[in-house]
């Protein structure tokens, strides 16, 4: 079975400041895929970054960078220079299997401090 | 560019109550999903669909109904509405396997 945990409900982050949010996940499949998506207070999915297993380089988007350590499976969202913006709830989600279904964390809701 | 739509946004039912909630993609997609949504939980599936006449359940699929007719369109039916039912829920949408799923903005289902 997969599994995604993320261990921080909540995190604080004073703004311009960076921020890394926690993630390990579990799966048998050699071939899988790590998302992280955000979930802002008016509740739509916003995809942020992706990361293949046999990605050798870590991902980079914007502010956004994938902490990508498979011998240890945690893949990490790093976000640089926090924005006002970037308060939201954020969700770990790993795409494995024949049909790469998605298997959601629990998130980690993140408030950035003026 | 209207991507994933849901409809209803909103829906309270009784007890008992069935209904369908709509979902429509206009990207060609041939993988759709259902997740439902808790408080604490993150997003869990219900259903799936890898195309037109295929679906496949998820992790939590009791209570619920899918079909696939249609490239486009993978309505979600409850069939007996129970209180534990309540929670919002997410049509996404994907094309080949190592893209991201487009999530429609969701409906919020009370059943009271």
């Known amino acids: 079975a997969q599994k995604i945990t993320q261990t921080q409900p909540g995190m604080f982050v004073q703004e311009k400041e960076a921020v890394t949010l926690d993630c390990t996940y579990d799966?048998?499949?050699?071939?899988?895929?790590l998302f992280w998506y955000k979930q802002p207070s008016s509740g739509e999915m916003i995809f942020l970054i992706y990361?293949?297993?046999?990605?050798?380089q870590n991902a980079t988007e914007g502010r956004y960078s994938l902490n990508f350590q498979k011998a240890r499976k945690s893949a990490n969202l790093v976000i640089s220079a926090s924005q006002l913006g970037d308060s939201a709830m954020y969700f770990c989600?790993?795409?494995?299997?024949?049909?790469?279904?998605?298997?959601f964390g629990s998130g980690t809701q993140l408030t950035v401090l003026p | 560019n209207a991507g994933v739509t849901q409809t209803p946004k909103f829906q309270v039912l009784k007890t008992g109550q069935s209904m369908t909630l709509q979902c429509a993609q206009d990207?060609?997609?041939?993988?759709m999903s259902w997740y439902r949504q808790d408080p604490g939980m993150g997003l869990r599936l219900i259903h799936y669909?890898?195309?037109?006449?295929?679906?496949d359940q998820g992790e939590v699929p009791n209570g619920y109904n899918v079909s696939r007719s249609t490239t486009e369109d993978f309505p979600l039916r409850l069939l007996s509405a129970a209180p534990s039912q309540t929670s919002v829920y997410f049509c996404?949408?994907?094309?080949?396997?190592?893209?991201?799923?487009?999530f429609g903005d969701g409906t919020r289902l009370s059943i009271l």
């Open positions: 989600a790993m795409s494995s299997g024949s049909a790469r279904q998605l298997t």
């Open positions: 996404a949408s994907r094309g080949y396997s190592n893209q991201p799923q487009h």
């Open positions: 990207m060609n997609h041939e993988y």
């Open positions: 799966t048998s499949d050699q071939s899988y895929g």
């Open positions: 669909s890898v195309g037109a006449g295929i679906t």
């Open positions: 990361q293949g297993s046999y990605d050798e």
